[in-house]
């Protein structure tokens, strides 16, 4: 009878995997045994594939903040941000709670056992690789085993529970060598540190389609204030009431008959109607613009036409004037 134990599993081309990885448990185990945990996990989930059409990569930890060791976090924070730029690999974050100086993980094994087993349910893998050797998930490795699902169990030997070795259908068992060509170079951890380094756009600026909100406000901001001022100043310039002419805000310009605003716009004058026998307050016989002012024609005389003598009674006349009664008559009765 062929035992569980393999370095590779069974390969079925046609089957379709899901690896779901217990990021706590493999980062102690692989800094015991190897001394480091820089995995590049998209070529791990493939060797653990084997060939077969792997569908998605689930890796389940928690957000490390302690106040001992600030680094911790920020270490972890880079770690999770090249989780993030990794094609079909989704991260899952539980909590974690204080005892004392021990810290205990919340969620993360429930988290999951339960995508194992809903993902099973419905049909979206065929073969399931469980990197861990928690005795914890053998109850759902077993419900998965019971849709007709496959189990394949990946971890070190010294970490691998009886238990999940009985109900695992296939065994991988990890050594050093299993991870040759699988850790990041330094040029991946320089680009991972030059990644987490960019600064984050928040979710209240970041659009549907991933550009920054803020710069682009700024920008359409910029551009309408543009063409406010482009509008403005060409209403000013058709402004009627820029064409008035004030003494006090328009400099006489040379004898072409043009004249300049303070704005230093040249604005055409007007040209103004001949006053006909006009004066001028500069000098007589000139007009405000310097022209001389035309004569008026000489009226023409009529020589046969002579004025009619006005009859006046002069004032200091010898003969005295006829009272009313000597123009009735009645003074000459009077006297007969």
């Known amino acids: ?20 990885i217990d990021g706590s448990n493999l980062y102690h185990v692989l800094t015991q045994s190897c001394g480091r945990h820089d995995l590049q996990f998209d070529k791990f989930a493939m060797k653990l594939a084997n060939g077969r059409d792997l569908k998605r990569t689930y890796y389940y930890n928690i957000r490390q ?8 976090g920020t270490e972890q924070q880079k770690f999770l941000d090249s989780m993030y730029d990794t094609p079909y690999v989704e991260v899952r974050l539980g909590i974690w709670k204080q005892r004392g100086e021990i810290m205990v993980e919340k969620g993360v094994d429930v988290m999951l056992a339960t995508d194992l087993i809903t993902h099973a349910y419905k049909n979206h893998y065929d073969t399931a690789v469980v990197v861990s050797g928690d005795a914890d998930f053998y109850p759902a490795l077993q419900a998965v085993k019971d849709v007709g699902k496959h189990i394949e169990v990946a971890a070190f030997d010294m970490n691998l529970s009886a238990e ?12 050093k060598t299993y991870f040759t060509g699988l850790w990041m170079t330094r040029a991946q951890a320089r680009s991972r540190a030059a990644a987490s380094a960019k600064p984050e756009v928040s979710d209240e600026a970041a659009s549907p389609n991933g550009e920054n909100k803020a710069a ?5 901001a910029r551009r309408s204030g543009v063409r406010k001022g482009t509008t403005a100043s060409a ?14 805000t328009i400099r006489s310009a040379s ?3 043009n004249s300049i605003d303070d704005n230093g716009t040249k604005m055409r004058r007007t040209p103004t109607r001949r006053r006909v026998g006009g004066t001028s307050s500069q000098s007589p016989g000139r007009a405000a613009n310097g022209r001389s002012t035309p004569r008026p024609p000489a009226l023409r005389k009529n020589v046969d036409s002579k004025p009619e003598p006005v009859e006046s009674e002069s004032v ?9 009664r000597g123009r ?3 003074t000459q009765n009077k006297e007969k």
């Open 235 to 248: 209403k000013t310039r058709r402004s009627p009431t820029s064409r008035t002419r004030k003494p006090s």
């Open 216 to 220: 682009t406000k700024a920008k359409s």
């Open 65 to 72: 903040e302690s106040d001992t060791n600030p680094l911790a």
């Open 316 to 324: 200091a006349s010898s003969t005295p004037r006829r009272s009313w």
């Open 255 to 257: 004898s072409t008959g």
């Open 328 to 330: 009735l008559g009645l």
């Open 164 to 175: 999940s070795g009985r109900v695992a259908d296939v065994t991988i068992k990890f050594n």
């Open 1 to 20: 009878m062929p035992s569980k134990s393999s370095k590779s599993s069974v390969v079925r081309e046609n089957d379709r995997v899901m690896v779901f």
